[in-house]
């Protein structure tokens, strides 16, 4: 299997590999047995997915400073 990576990947993943005292070919290899060796842990949500639109809503909204969620502001005055 080959992987294609911009020259600017190659050289940040040269530079992380240097750091850790190994060839950037052994790092890649040793990230990818880590991701299989995890059982599937590890999700890609698509660019389109709703899990993608709540990541990136999430990552912009700040707390809320009295401590409400999201389920607090649906079911205001339901009671």
């Known amino acids: 299997m080959e992987v294609q990576f911009t020259p600017e990947q190659e050289a940040q993943l040269a530079q992380i590999a240097t750091n850790a005292g190994t060839d950037a ?45 999201t389920r607090d502001y649906v079911h205001y005055g339901r009671r």
Request: glycine share 8%; aromatic share 4%.
């Open 25 to 69: 070919q052994a790092l890649v290899k040793e990230a990818a047995l880590r991701l299989l060796q995890s059982n599937g842990g590890f999700r890609i949500a698509l660019p389109g997915s709703v899990v993608a639109a709540m990541r990136a809503l999430r990552a912009r909204v700040k707390p809320d400073p009295e401590g409400w969620t």
